[in-house]
Structure formats: structure tokens, C-alpha cells
């Protein structure tokens, strides 16, 4: 009797926890929710506790678990999905920099793009610049071709512009010139042009050949924003990517975001409870020559899986709230330097140096013995030849072991480096580049090599891991949609259906791999990227059916609301209610205030 009455206290405690678990802070009911389970179940209503699933189920069951505190949300029959993880994205960058930038995103035609530009030349103050940074092709426009310089500068006069157009090339108009002080005698930097005219002078135009670094760091050289404008611009894009219906990003890291002081912003949101998108973040090397020295620092001052908690006021009564993921997931995606092999199909694959392979085994071989995962970008199958070698060599040395690592992109490998992959158990996270990039790509390589790039079918069928992705911001776009768009009709932005058949996906095989994919690249897979109990409540209510609706209504698709860890983080102007106001951008001109992030139209 004894041993009973000591153990009644912890029993009663038990008991109540159970009773509290079982009380909903949520419920969405009256919806179409696709729980993408191994059954691929449809059910129409979840209940939410704690930040995590406790129930699905029918309308009236769940409605039950219902108190005084519970919000409850009609869905209208809307469909519901798990939230979208983008496996490969530049958000913290991205964050930064989101309030200066004109998306031309989503544009249909050039006309109103150009149009775009004028008015925002119109608005934007002396000192600063109007900037069109990725996300846009000329194939998305109904007239099927580049803006002029000619046309650029009668659209924004004397107000300094640069257009970032994919990894080919870059605008400077007259303006933006004369404040670079880019004249005839300014020489060309390595791998990159300069282009001049007949006489000498810059043209305005700035060519990758193929190196990136002639756009990347002019684009550095533009005027930032205050700490403020940081702040409340990454506010701003992470509340785009929640309208977009996403709620988890791995960040790939990226050129001139150095470590930790870019990371201060995100760092201070995180701090303060107000990310809303979980953030596993890659350490990217900078500076050629100083890599080894880098992640040697990093390995000795940062822990992987380091971050900020949830703060007290996220604790509830019986317990935390699950984490947002803030910290440090690995190192990547570019090691080193040498190994950059960039996407830019306009120009020829470029050739690595002879030193890529001792300099990468020297920081890989520093990674593994430490136990970091790693992920290395790379476009081609040659160079994957030469990464998995030198992966080949070390895992004599130092097992791998089942160390977390993954190729990004690998738009042409080969039947046989993927097997290569799969032998030691790496991933590949692939990203809709190809949307943007397919008809240079066929232009330089032909039609046949277009359609098997990328293998996914081959990739599949092996088993081996994969996840989905954008690689946005300067590239392709970070709107996920134009990506499920591509895996499951084969079509780039310019409506061109250029892969084979075999690799063309059906939509639910394809969400998976922007849900559960992505998160099995870093084992993340058992508690997300499904609707059920236990798992993490982040999911989003659709805009339309993106099961049934036409395939060119993909490309249009967004949120109605969406929730990460349980909370409401965006709503639409019918659930405008259920989410705190999002303030305007600053400053004041930004063009997030007149046009919003990806455009429809």
C-alpha cells in the first residue's frame, strides 16, 4: 500500500498531462486534408496541441476536443497539405536584402515588367538603386525575349539599376555605371566580362564567363539597408515563403554571406520567438585559398544542432513547445573555391583546377573526422566524378559511417556516379533550375540530353534519398509551386515540355519530395512532412486544389493560411483574423509595399 500511495502523486500528474494533451490549442475542421501517409489518406479535420498533431480524423470527432481557448478554423472544404520544405533556398541572405528588390518573378510579359521598372525608378530615393535580382527568364515573357539596355535606360534614367538575369549575365544602366565608376580603363575580372562597345566603353552589360563572381560582387557593392530594414525585411520574406505555403528551408549558404556576422538578423528573430520557418542553415566558405582555415575555426567554436531554444514564453504548462530549427546544420554547399562549377549554360562547362581534389580532401577529410555533414554543389557529371573520387578516397581513411551528406543539383549525373551515391549512402537535393535554364541547356547540349536532366526516375528507383528545392533567390525562384509545376508536367516557365516521360512525376509523388524529402536528406523525416499524430503541426490551407486543377493553375498556387509549430503565421484576407497584421515594408519605398514578392501576371 505504501509503495502505491508513493507513486499516486506522479499517477495523478500522468493523468492530467494526458487530459491537457488531449484538449486542442486548433482545430481546422470542414477540410480536404491530404496527410500524404504511407496510404496516402485524405481525412477532413486535425487537431493541434503543443505544436503538434494529436488527432486527425472526421469534423465531428475532432470538434469535440474543442475548449474555451481552442482557435477554431473552418477550411470551407479547402484542401490542407503538410507544409513545403525547401531543401535548398538562400534565406538568409534572401532576408536581408528582400525589401530592396523588384521580383519580376512571376511576370508574363515584358511590357509590364519594363513597366515595373519605370515606376519604381519613379520612387526611388537619391543614393539608393532599383534592383531586379533572379527569378525570371525571358521565356516566361509572352514576347519571348531579354529587355535591351536601350529600353532599361529609358525606364529608369538617372536612378542607378542592376538586373540580375539567372547566372549569364547582368544589366548596369548608364546611371549605375557612372556610380560604379566602371569606365574603358576598369579591367575585366577573372572568369567575367566587361562588355564594351566599338569605341571602348562599357555597354552596361556584365558577363559571366563562366564564373558568377563579376555579378555576385557588383551586387555587394550596392547600398544595404539599416539594421531595422533587415529586420523587418526578413520579416517580410519569411512571410512570403509562409504565403507561399512554406514552413521549412534548409539554407544553403551562398556567396558574400559570411558567417556569423550575416547571421546576425535571423539569429535576433530567432532569439525572440518570431522566425516562422524553420531554418537549418549550412556554413559556406568565402575566400579562396582560406577554407581549410574557416571550418577549422567553425569546427572548434560551433556545435551542429546549435541554436536558440524556444524561449520561456513559449513554454507551456506540462512542457516545451518543439523547437524551431535555427542552427547549424553542416558545412556547404560550396567547401571550396576550386570546386565551383557553375550552372551558367550559356558558356561551356567549366574546367576544374588540377588543385580541386587535394583542397577539398583536405576539408573534407577535417568534416568527416569531426562527424559534419556536408552538401557540395554540383551541376555536372564530370564534376561529380571528380568530388566522388576524392569521397571514395577518404571513406578508406575515415568511414563515413552514416555521416548526413548530399549533392545539390546534379542536373546531368550519370547512371553510374549514382550508384556511386547510393554505395555510400549520400542524397541529392535537385531544384527546378531546369524550369529557367531548359532551353539554354538544349541550346548547348542538344534535345536528348535535356530530357533525362535531371535522372529522376534513375534516382528513385535506387533508393537513394532525395529532396526538392528551389535555389532561390538569384537564380531560379524560391516560389516552390513553379517547381512542383516542372516535376510533374516536364514543361519549363516558357511552357517548352522537354523531359522524357519516365522522370515526369505525379503530383503526390512530387509534393512528397518537398515534404518528406527534404526532410530525409537530414533526417528529419520522422516527425514531419506527414499529418498525423505526433508529428509537427506545420501545415498549410490551399489556395485551390492542387491535386485536380488544370496543370498550368500549379504555377499560381498559394496559401490560404498556414501554420508552423502549431501557430498561425500568415492568412489571407478571408482568415485575416486568425494571423497577427504583417507591417508595411521599409523603408518606405521599398517595392515590397507596391507589388508584393512573386507576381501573377
Given at each position: ?67 474555451k ?21 538562400h ?48 521565356y ?6 531579354l ?7 529609358e525606364?529608369?534614367?538617372n ?7 539567372l547566372?549569364g549575365h547582368?544589366?548596369l ?10 569606365d574603358?580603363?576598369t ?11 566599338i ?5 552596361g ?20 539597408l ?8 526578413t ?13 521549412a528551408?534548409?539554407?544553403a ?7 556569423p556576422?550575416d ?30 582555415a ?17 524561449p ?5 504548462k ?27 549554360f550559356?558558356k ?31 551541376t ?33 549525373v ?10 555510400l ?5 535537385i531544384?527546378?533550375?531546369m524550369?529557367y ?5 538544349i ?39 513553379v517547381g512542383l ?7 519549363t ?8 516521360e ?11 519530395l518537398?515534404?518528406?524529402g527534404?526532410?530525409?536528406l537530414i533526417?528529419l ?6 499529418l ?7 501545415f ?30 500568415y ?5 485575416r ?5 504583417q ?13 508584393g514578392?512573386?507576381q501573377?501576371?
Amino acid at each position: 500500500m505504501k509503495t502505491i500511495t508513493k507513486y499516486l502523486p506522479i499517477l495523478f500528474l500522468l493523468i492530467v498531462i494526458n487530459g491537457y494533451a488531449q484538449k486542442a490549442d486548433l482545430i481546422v475542421f470542414n477540410a480536404k486534408i491530404h496527410t500524404l501517409d504511407s496510404n496516402n489518406a485524405i481525412t477532413e479535420a486535425i487537431a493541434v496541441s503543443n505544436g503538434k498533431i494529436i488527432k486527425t480524423g472526421s469534423s465531428n470527432d475532432l470538434l469535440k476536443l474543442k475548449t474555451k481557448t481552442t482557435t477554431v478554423i473552418d477550411a470551407k472544404g479547402a484542401t490542407i497539405i503538410p507544409g513545403l520544405f525547401d531543401s535548398h533556398m538562400h534565406i538568409i541572405r534572401g532576408g536581408r536584402f528582400y525589401n530592396t528588390e523588384l521580383r519580376w518573378d512571376g511576370v508574363r510579359s515584358l511590357k509590364r515588367a519594363l513597366a515595373m521598372l519605370r515606376e519604381q525608378a519613379q520612387r526611388t530615393p537619391q543614393g539608393q538603386w532599383v534592383r531586379v535580382v533572379g527569378g525570371w527568364n525571358a521565356y516566361q515573357f509572352e514576347e519571348k525575349r531579354l529587355p535591351t539596355l536601350d529600353e532599361i535606360n529609358e525606364a529608369t534614367g538617372n536612378v542607378p539599376t542592376f538586373i540580375l538575369h539567372l547566372y549569364g549575365h547582368a544589366y548596369l544602366n548608364k546611371a549605375g555605371i557612372a556610380a560604379l565608376k566602371i569606365d574603358a580603363t576598369t579591367p575585366n575580372p577573372n572568369a567575367g566580362l566587361i562588355e564594351k562597345d566599338i569605341y571602348g566603353n562599357p555597354t552596361g552589360m556584365l558577363v559571366a564567363e563562366p564564373n558568377a563572381f563579376i555579378l555576385y560582387s557588383t551586387l555587394s557593392k550596392l547600398p544595404e539597408l539599416t539594421t531595422e530594414e533587415k529586420i523587418n525585411s526578413t520579416k517580410q520574406f519569411m512571410s512570403e515563403m509562409n504565403r507561399l505555403g512554406v514552413t521549412a528551408i534548409m539554407d544553403a549558404g551562398g556567396g558574400f554571406q559570411n558567417y556569423p556576422d550575416d547571421y546576425g538578423i535571423t539569429g535576433k528573430l530567432c532569439e525572440e520567438n518570431a522566425l516562422t520557418v524553420r531554418m537549418p542553415y549550412y556554413l559556406f566558405a568565402q575566400k579562396a585559398g582560406n577554407e581549410l582555415a574557416d571550418y577549422t575555426k567553425w569546427i572548434s567554436s560551433v556545435e551542429i544542432g546549435d541554436g536558440c531554444d524556444e524561449p520561456s514564453d513559449g513554454v507551456k504548462k506540462f512542457g516545451k513547445m518543439p523547437k524551431m530549427e535555427y542552427h547549424v546544420q553542416g558545412g556547404g554547399e560550396n567547401l571550396v573555391m576550386s570546386a565551383g562549377d557553375f550552372e551558367n549554360f550559356d558558356k561551356p562547362r567549366p574546367e576544374l583546377s588540377p588543385a580541386m581534389e587535394g583542397q577539398l580532401k583536405a576539408v573534407l577529410s577535417l568534416l568527416i573526422k569531426n562527424r559534419w555533414p556536408f552538401r557540395i554543389h554540383a551541376t555536372y557529371n564530370e564534376s561529380i566524378s571528380r568530388f566522388l573520387n576524392v569521397i571514395e578516397d577518404i571513406n578508406k581513411e575515415t568511414p563515413l559511417n552514416g555521416l548526413l551528406w548530399f549533392f545539390d543539383h546534379a542536373e546531368t549525373v550519370s547512371t553510374e556516379n549514382l550508384q556511386r551515391i547510393k554505395a555510400l549512402n549520400g542524397g541529392i537535393a535537385i531544384q527546378h533550375r531546369m524550369a529557367y535554364q531548359g532551353e539554354a541547356f538544349i541550346k548547348r547540349y542538344g534535345k536528348q540530353a535535356a530530357a533525362n536532366t535531371v535522372p529522376l526516375k534513375k534516382m528513385m528507383e535506387m533508393g537513394i534519398k532525395v529532396g526538392m528545392g528551389t535555389d532561390g533567390t538569384r537564380v531560379a525562384s524560391y516560389n516552390p509551386w513553379v517547381g512542383l509545376y516542372w516535376l510533374t508536367t516536364g514543361k519549363t516557365l516558357g511552357g517548352l515540355k522537354y523531359m522524357n516521360e519516365e522522370n515526369i512525376l505525379d503530383r503526390t509523388t512530387a509534393l512528397k519530395l518537398f515534404t518528406q524529402g527534404s526532410a530525409q536528406l537530414i533526417n528529419l523525416d520522422s516527425d514531419r512532412g506527414i499529418l498525423k499524430k505526433d508529428y509537427l503541426a506545420d501545415f498549410t490551407i490551399l489556395s485551390d486544389d492542387y491535386f485536380s486543377v488544370p496543370e498550368n493553375t500549379i504555377l499560381n498556387m498559394e496559401a490560404k493560411l498556414t501554420v508552423v509549430n502549431g501557430k498561425v503565421v500568415y492568412a489571407n484576407d478571408e482568415y485575416r483574423s486568425y494571423a497577427a497584421p504583417q507591417p508595411k515594408a521599409i523603408p518606405e519605398w521599398s517595392p515590397v509595399n507596391y507589388f508584393g514578392g512573386y507576381q501573377k501576371n
